[in-house]
C-alpha cells in the first residue's frame, strides 16, 4: 500500500497553515510564491526557520507525484537531512547521492551534494526530467572561493523546467541574486526577506578578570587606557616575557563558563577555530561536570545505544568521548572520524549535552541550537593568514544560540583579547552589515569540455551569463560595452583554457576527442586521471598502486601534517608527474593563474598500507593525520575511482582494477554506506 501524500501548506481565512502550524509571515509568502508556480530565495537569519520553506515545496512535490533534488554544501549536512526526511516521509520516498554513497538514486525526494546535482546536469539530464524543485540550502556559499562555482553552475545550467528554491543567511544583496537567477534562467523569482529572530540575541563581550561588558563600556575603557598612555615611554618586552593579560587570557574559558554555569546559561556552543584547541578545552573543562545522575544515566544510556548500533563502543576516540560526555562536556571538529561525529551531533540534539567545544563548521548543522553561544576568539585562520571574523560568519555562528520555544533571548559572548581585537572590531560584528555574495565563476576543465560539446567555440561566452558578470552591470546605468573589460577578460582566461586542451588533445577541429569525451565526465582532478589513463598507467599497476595515485591527487596537507613513507616503490608515478607537470607548464605560459593540482606522495605510505588491509588503528600510528582527515580523503578517493570507472570504455580491464581498488578501501570506518544503514 502506497503511504499517503504529505500534508501541503494550505490557506485558511487568511492564515497560512503546514502541518498544523501557522507560518511566520515571511514562511507564508514562500509558500504562497511556490504555490504560484515561481521559484523563490529566502534570506534569513540562522534559526528564523528558512527550511521550513524547503518542506513546503517538497511536500508539493510528492504530492503532484513529481521529484524534488535537496542540495547541501557539505556531506555531514546531506548525510542529517537523509535521516531526517526518511523520519518525516518514509524510507521509500527518500534517496541520497553524495559520491560517497548512493542510496535510492531514484527516489522522488533525493538528496545530493551541489557537485553531485551539478555532475548529473551534463551526464545525465534526462534523470531530471521529473524534477519540479531543486532546494539550495546555504546557497550564500556560492561565494566560497574553492567550491563557489559549483552553485553557479548549477543554477546557470540545471534544465529549465526545474524551479529554484534558494535558501540564505542574511546577505545584503539577495536581490540582486535573485534577479540574476531570474535573467538568466527566464522564470519568475520571489525575494522573501526577514531579519528579525524569533528569539532575539544579547551580544556580550567578555573582558578577562572583569567579566560581561557591552560595545560602549569596551570603547570607554580603550579610550580611558589610551589616555592614560599618552607621553609614556613603551615599555620594550622580550618575546620571552609574559604579560598579565597572557595570564588572564588564559583563564578566560574558566571563568566564563563558570559564569554561565552559575546564571543557568547552558547548553552553550563554544566556538573554537582550532581542532587541538576545541580538544584541549573540552578535556580542561570536564572537571566542571555539569550534569545531575539523572541527566547522566539518560545522556550515558543514549550514548551507548549509539555506540553499540554504530559498532565502535570499543575505539578509543569512543570511549574518550564518553568519558566527557559523563560530564556533561563535548567536542565537535572536521578531524574527528564521521562515526564519532554523527554521535556528537545526535547527543547535542537532545539539549542535554551542557557544553559543546567545536569548530566553525558545526555552524553548517540543523536543529542544533544552544541558549549561549560563545566565542573563543574573534579572528581565524583563513588558509594563508589570522584575518577578522566576517559578520556572515559571525552571524552564522552567534544564530545557534536561542531555542525556540525555550529561551526568551539567546545569549553571545566573545572573549575579547584586546591585543588584537578592539571596540571597532565588535561593533561591526554587532551591528554591521553582513559581506555581500560574490561570483566565483571559474569553470573548470570538464566544465568547459560539456559546454563545447554542446555549443562549441561560444563556451569562451559563458561568462556573460555568469553572476560576476551580472554583478558589474547590477544597479549601474552604464552601456554593456562599459563592462571594468571584464567580460572580455573572463573569455580569454576560457579561451586560454580551451586552447591548452587543444593543445593536449582533450580537442581537435571536429570537437571532443576520446579522451576529451572520458575528461568530461569526470568533475575535480579530471585533468590528472585522463593523463594517468592515457599514459597507460593505469593500464600497468595494481589495485594498490592506483589506490596511492588517486588519494594523492585528492589529499591536501596541512602544514604541519607528517607520514611514514611507502614500502613500495614509487618510480613508476613518475610518467603521470611528468604529464602533469607538462599541462601546468603550459597552463602558466598561457597566462592561467590557476594550475592543476599535482601529486602529493605524504599521503602514499598511508594509502598503501589501507589499500593492502592494514587496520585504522595502525594507520594512525604512521604519522600525525587527523582521523577524519584521512577518513575524507579515502572518501574522495573512492569517489573519483567511481567515476572514472564510469568514465573509460566498459569491458576496459581496466575497470577491474579500479573496482579492486575501491573494495580495499571502502571498508570499516571508510563505508559511508555502513554508516548511514547503520544509523
Request: glycine fraction near 8%.
Amino acid at each position: 500500500m502506497a503511504e499517503p501524500a504529505p500534508a501541503r501548506a494550505e490557506k485558511v481565512d487568511g492564515v497560512w497553515t503546514f502541518r498544523g502550524k501557522r507560518l511566520f509571515p515571511f514562511q507564508a509568502r514562500a509558500a504562497q510564491a511556490i504555490l504560484d508556480g515561481k521559484s523563490v530565495v529566502v534570506a534569513a537569519p540562522t534559526g528564523a526557520g528558512k527550511t521550513l520553506v524547503a518542506d513546503v515545496a517538497i511536500a508539493e512535490a510528492l504530492a503532484d507525484g513529481r521529484r524534488i533534488v535537496y542540495t547541501s554544501p557539505i556531506k555531514a549536512l546531506s548525510n542529517q537531512k537523509y535521516r531526517d526526511f526518511r523520519a518525516a516521509y518514509g524510507d521509500e520516498r527518500v534517496g541520497i547521492m553524495t559520491g560517497d554513497v548512493t542510496i535510492q538514486g531514484e527516489a522522488p525526494l533525493l538528496i545530493m551534494t551541489t557537485e553531485i546535482f551539478r555532475n548529473t546536469i551534463f551526464e545525465s539530464p534526462e534523470r531530471l526530467a521529473a524534477v519540479d524543485f531543486v532546494v539550495f540550502d546555504e546557497v550564500h556559499y556560492l561565494d566560497d572561493l574553492e567550491r563557489g562555482t559549483v552553485w553557479e553552475e548549477s543554477i546557470l545550467y540545471a534544465p529549465p523546467h526545474v524551479r529554484i528554491v534558494a535558501l540564505s543567511a542574511t546577505v545584503p544583496n539577495v536581490k540582486e541574486l535573485a534577479a540574476w537567477i531570474e535573467e538568466v534562467r527566464g522564470t519568475a523569482v520571489e525575494v522573501v526577506t526577514e531579519t528579525e529572530r524569533p528569539v532575539p540575541l544579547v551580544h556580550k563581550v567578555w573582558v578577562p578578570l572583569k567579566g560581561p561588558r557591552g560595545v560602549d563600556e569596551v570603547r570607554k575603557a580603550e579610550e580611558a587606557e589610551a589616555w592614560s598612555r599618552r607621553g609614556r615611554q613603551p615599555r620594550v618586552r622580550s618575546r620571552r616575557d609574559r604579560r598579565p593579560e597572557d595570564d588572564a587570557l588564559l583563564a578566560a574559558p574558566r571563568e566564563l563558563l563558570a559564569y554561565l554555569r552559575d546564571r543557568d546559561l547552558l547548553p552553550a556552543l563554544y566556538f573554537v577555530f582550532s581542532r587541538r584547541e576545541c580538544e584541549a578545552l573540552a578535556r580542561a573543562h570536564a572537571g566542571m561536570d555539569l550534569l545531575d545522575d539523572a541527566t547522566r544515566e539518560r545522556l550515558l544510556a543514549l550514548f551507548d545505544d549509539l555506540a553499540a548500533r554504530y559498532q565502535v563502543a570499543d575505539n578509543p576516540s569512543v570511549r574518550e568521548l564518553r568519558r566527557l560526555c559523563s560530564r556533561g562536556v563535548l567536542f565537535h571538529h572536521a578531524g574527528m572520524l564521521p562515526i564519532d561525529k554523527e554521535i556528537v551531533e545526535r547527543l547535542f540534539t537532545t539539549g542535554e549535552v551542557r557544553l559543546l567545544f567545536a569548530t566553525e563548521t558545526f555552524a553548517l548543522g540543523v536543529n542544533m541550537p544552544a541558549r549561549t553561544v560563545c566565542f573563543h576568539a574573534l579572528r581565524k585562520f583563513d588558509g594563508v593568514e589570522v584575518v577578522p571574523l566576517s559578520v556572515r560568519d559571525y552571524g552564522q555562528m552567534a544564530g545557534r544560540a536561542g531555542r525556540q520555544g525555550l529561551d526568551k533571548v539567546g545569549h553571545v559572548f566573545a572573549v575579547l583579547d584586546a591585543r588584537n581585537v578592539g571596540w571597532r572590531d565588535l561593533e561591526r560584528l554587532h551591528h554591521g552589515t553582513a559581506e555581500p555574495v560574490r561570483s566565483r565563476f571559474n569553470l573548470d576543465y570538464a566544465t568547459i569540455l560539456n559546454l563545447y560539446d554542446r555549443i562549441g567555440d561560444r563556451v569562451a561566452d559563458a561568462w556573460r551569463r555568469s553572476f560576476a558578470r551580472f554583478h558589474a552591470g547590477w544597479g549601474r546605468k552604464k552601456p554593456e560595452g562599459s563592462l571594468p573589460g571584464a567580460v572580455s577578460a573572463a573569455g580569454r582566461a576560457i579561451q586560454a583554457r580551451l586552447e591548452v586542451l587543444e593543445e593536449h588533445r582533450y580537442l581537435d577541429g571536429r570537437g571532443l576527442t576520446r579522451k576529451g569525451r572520458m575528461t568530461a565526465r569526470i568533475s575535480g582532478y579530471e585533468i590528472a586521471c585522463a593523463e594517468a589513463y592515457e599514459s597507460g598507467f593505469l593500464a600497468r599497476c595494481d589495485a594498490v598502486e592506483v589506490v596511492m595515485l588517486f588519494a594523492a591527487l585528492v589529499y591536501s596537507a596541512r602544514p604541519s601534517d607528517e607520514a611514514d613513507p611507502p614500502t613500495r616503490s614509487t618510480r613508476g608515478f613518475q610518467a603521470v608527474r611528468e604529464r602533469l607537470d607538462r599541462f601546468r607548464s603550459d597552463e602558466r605560459r598561457a597566462g592561467i593563474v590557476d594550475p592543476i593540482r599535482g601529486i602529493d606522495p605524504l599521503i602514499f605510505g598511508i594509502a598503501q598500507a589501507w589499500a593492502e588491509g592494514e587496520s585504522f588503528a595502525v594507520l594512525e600510528s604512521t604519522g600525525n593525520l587527523a582521523a577524519g582527515d584521512l577518513v575524507r580523503t579515502f572518501r574522495m578517493t573512492i569517489q573519483l575511482l567511481r567515476q572514472v570507472f564510469h568514465a573509460i570504455p566498459r569491458g576496459d580491464p581496466v575497470q577491474e582494477t579500479l573496482r579492486e581498488a575501491v573494495d580495499r578501501i571502502d571498508r570499516d570506518v571508510v563505508d559511508a554506506k555502513r554508516q548511514l544503514e547503520l544509523g
